[in-house]
């Protein structure tokens, strides 16, 4: 079965810091992988996705993450955190042969100033 | 609204009562999906509608749930005689068809069971 795993389950950086979070998934075939924040009393919005091509995609609010086949990992980078970042991100792929996503159990961000 | 809109943002129940949550997707979405947030963990797929085809219940933890989208527009989850462990925010969804991937959610409706 596919999965999607978050090693870190919360992360505290401060701000201005660089920010990297991880996301490694079991699936037999190239994913459709994306990641999603979640800021505190508002819905999950769609930060970045990737289905194929180039493995760096860049994403709203100055996220990127980079794809890589040979660690099943697509894991979200930021070079510079600002405090309006705290929130919880999410990884997420398509399961193959459907269009549902799944989710990885999250990771919460803290900003310290 | 511009947005997935749910109802009600916060339901508190007794054990074994029914619970109606419901969906309004965003305009010109043909997909729809349900999710449930417990505390502490990730977004569990519940079911998924696309258009007129038959939806995908394969989420659903039991059979005390059920979903049904009348009109392929709003959604209404089911869940009967609820448990403590129904307990968690029940997450909506909507796509455009062809664009995977790509979910708008609404805020949520936190259910309390008691």
Redesign the interface.
Known sequence: AQSVTQPDIHITVSEGASLELRCNYSYGATPYLFWYVQSPGQGLQLLLKYFSGDTLVQGIKGFEAEFKRSQSSFNLRKPSVHWSDAAEYFCAVVQEGRRALTFGSGTRLQVQP | GA??SQSPSNKVTEKGKDVELRCDPISGHT?L?W?RQSL??????LI?F?GNSAP?K??LPSDRFSAERTGGSVSTLTIQRTQQEDSAVY?C?SSLAGD?????????SRLTVL
């Not at chain 2, 502490?40 to 797929?45: N, S």
Request: no cysteine; charged share 15%.
């Open positions: 947005g997935v997909a999906y999710y502490g963990q990730g977004l569990e797929f998924y696309q995908d394969s989420g997450l969804a995977t991937g790509e979910l708008f959610f609404g805020e949520g």
